[in-house]
């Protein structure tokens, strides 16, 4: 599957909360957070089609649309892209970047050492 823009996963977004949903429906979900036009939102959800991200279903004279391609799937995929473009594919470099920025809280830093601590017992 191609990979999809940063408008597109705004699109994804919505259908991912809720769906299926109308053109209708996901422009006017859309309508006050990014101010597209309809034939912007259209344009995008024909693209994710393209992209065999959504499908749809006709439905009388309107087409309902529905996620293929699954969050958690998503999330994995730019998740090891940003790794792999920036910090070579680790993960420790990444946490030491947020770490030398003061980025992470003591919630965190808990959740990290609760995280090693499980990966310590199952190893």
């Known amino acids: 599957m191609a990979a999809i823009s940063e408008a597109e996963a705004t699109v994804m977004e919505v259908l991912w909360r809720s769906s299926p ?8 979900a859309l309508a006050d957070a990014t101010g597209w036009a309809e034939p912007t939102v259209k344009t995008l959800l024909n693209r994710l089609l393209n992209k065999g991200a959504i499908s749809a279903r006709k439905d009388g004279r309107r087409y309902l649309y529905s996620p293929v391609l699954r969050r958690e799937a998503w999330v994995q995929q730019q998740s090891e892209g940003l790794l ?3 910090f070579g594919g680790r993960v420790a470099p990444l946490v030491a970047h947020f770490s030398e920025r003061g980025k992470l809280s003591a919630e965190d830093i808990a959740e990290l050492k609760r995280l090693v ?3 310590d017992e199952e190893g």
């Open 117 to 119: 601590s499980e990966l």
């Open 21 to 28: 949903r109308s053109a209708e429906e996901v422009i006017a």
């Open 84 to 86: 792999s473009r920036l």
